[in-house]
């Protein structure tokens, strides 16, 4: 099948170098406009361009994809299936009318839970231990197609959403293509989604990463690996913000007894209490400054009795 490819982030790069690899022709791909990135904040293009103009691939950078121009040029292109993996924007009917066999999206969740933006981090968050990858036709309502095809992913007890997402991709992509292969043979034909067990995954903004210390071990330990990479996790301490990563949750029977943001320092770690047991920190930022070890920025900080995460 003749194929226009919708993705933007590196996430998406798997996909397209799947069915670049496959038997179907990708004529075009689709992809945000070049944003500005990295400390010099020099504007250059996504990974989908970089990858589709390395190997000759026209791109398309619409605006907003109900631009006239680009609809003009889709409907020249005239593509069979135009396959979506974290493009990023909102597709029009118009857009969506110009495909015979529709735009199909890779979704990181089973769906119908986690419809939305960032399925991989409230899966995290919400504590599940399995989430997987769905494909399905794309339809004007949220993440609301008929399915073609799913897989199960195990979530790991120290699983980030950004190592989640990365397996995620990789598999995804595998199921992508046997998607498409399977549109193209004429033997998938794709199913409702029940209306039963629908769940939304919205964006998570800085506010939400907040850690909150009062909180159990397990809800901050959660909330640090779905925030991690982005937004990032933090606090503050002695009134700045600090970005933290992952933590471990520390369950031994000869663990301090710590109150709720209390800090406990000693040669090899770092530990905060919370309204359960303590955690361990593991790398922190301090604002302005690069990551590090939190063992290392404790020796600068030196923490005392009265310093609390949080204040």
Same mark, same amino acid.
């Given at each position: 099948?003749?194929?226009?490819?919708?993705?933007?982030?590196?996430?998406?790069?798997?996909?397209?170098?799947?069915?670049?690899?496959?038997?179907?022709?990708?004529?075009?791909?689709?992809?945000?406009?070049?944003?500005?990135?990295?400390?010099?904040?020099?504007?250059?293009?996504?990974?989908?361009?970089?990858?589709?103009?390395?190997?000759?691939?026209?791109?398309?950078?619409?605006?907003?994809?109900?631009?006239?121009?680009?609809?003009?040029?889709?409907?020249?292109?005239?593509?069979?299936?135009?396959?979506?993996?974290?493009?990023?924007?909102?597709?029009?009917?118009?857009?969506?009318?110009?495909?015979?066999?529709?735009?199909?999206?890779?979704?990181?969740?089973?769906?119908?839970?986690?419809?939305?933006?960032?399925?991989?981090?409230?899966?995290?968050?919400?504590?599940?231990?399995?989430?997987?990858?769905?494909?399905?036709?794309?339809?004007?309502?949220?993440?609301?197609?008929?399915?073609?095809?799913?897989?199960?992913?195990?979530?790991?007890?120290?699983?980030?959403?950004?190592?989640?997402?990365?397996?995620?991709?990789?598999?995804?992509?595998?199921?992508?293509?046997?998607?498409?292969?399977?549109?193209?043979?004429?033997?998938?034909?794709?199913? +409702?989604?029940?209306?039963?067990?629908?769940?939304?995954?919205?964006?998570?903004?800085?506010?939400?990463?907040?850690?909150?210390?009062?909180? +159990?071990?397990?809800?901050?330990?959660?909330?640090?690996?779905?925030?991690?990479?982005?937004?990032?996790?933090?606090?503050?301490?002695?009134?700045?913000?600090?970005?933290?990563?992952?933590?471990?949750?520390?369950?031994?029977?000869?663990?301090?007894?710590?109150?709720?943001?209390?800090?406990?320092?000693?040669?090899?770690?770092?530990?905060?209490?919370?309204?359960?047991?303590?955690?361990?920190?593991?790398?922190?930022?301090?604002?302005?400054?690069?990551?590090?070890?939190?063992?290392?920025?404790?020796?600068?900080?030196?923490?005392?009795?009265?310093?609390?995460?949080?204040?």
């Amino acid at each position: 099948m003749k194929l226009v490819f919708a993705g933007t982030p590196e996430v998406a790069v798997p996909s397209l170098r799947a069915l670049i690899d496959s038997e179907h022709e990708v004529a075009a791909v689709v992809t945000r406009p070049d944003a500005r990135s990295g400390r010099g904040r020099k504007v250059s293009p996504g990974p989908i361009a970089e990858l589709a103009e390395s190997e000759g691939i026209e791109v398309l950078k619409p605006a907003k994809a109900g631009d006239p121009e680009f609809l003009e040029r889709l409907s020249e292109i005239a593509p069979d299936c135009c396959p979506v993996v974290a493009y990023g924007a909102l597709l029009p009917q118009a857009a969506l009318d110009v495909p015979e066999h529709g735009w199909v999206n890779l979704h990181f969740s089973l769906l119908p839970a986690w419809r939305g933006a960032a399925p991989v981090q409230h899966a995290i968050l919400h504590g599940d231990d399995v989430t997987g990858a769905s494909t399905f036709r794309i339809v004007k309502e949220l993440d609301a197609g008929p399915v073609f095809g799913t897989l199960a992913e195990t979530i790991r007890p120290t699983d980030t959403s950004g190592e989640l997402l990365t397996r995620l991709a990789v598999s995804g992509a595998g199921l992508l293509t046997r998607t498409i292969d399977g549109i193209a043979a004429g033997v998938l034909t794709p199913v +409702p989604q029940p209306e039963a067990d629908v769940s939304y995954a919205g964006k998570l903004t800085p506010q939400d990463a907040e850690l909150d210390f009062t909180a +159990p071990a397990r809800r901050v330990d959660r909330l640090a690996r779905a925030c991690t990479p982005a937004p990032g996790a933090w606090t503050t301490f002695r009134g700045t913000r600090l970005k933290v990563g992952p933590v471990r949750p520390i369950t031994d029977a000869d663990r301090p007894e710590l109150e709720p943001g209390r800090l406990h320092v000693d040669k090899k770690r770092v530990l905060a209490g919370t309204s359960t047991h303590p955690v361990e920190l593991g790398q922190v930022q301090p604002q302005g400054k690069k990551a590090m070890a939190a063992v290392d920025w404790a020796r600068g900080v030196r923490p005392t009795e009265d310093d609390r995460r949080g204040d």
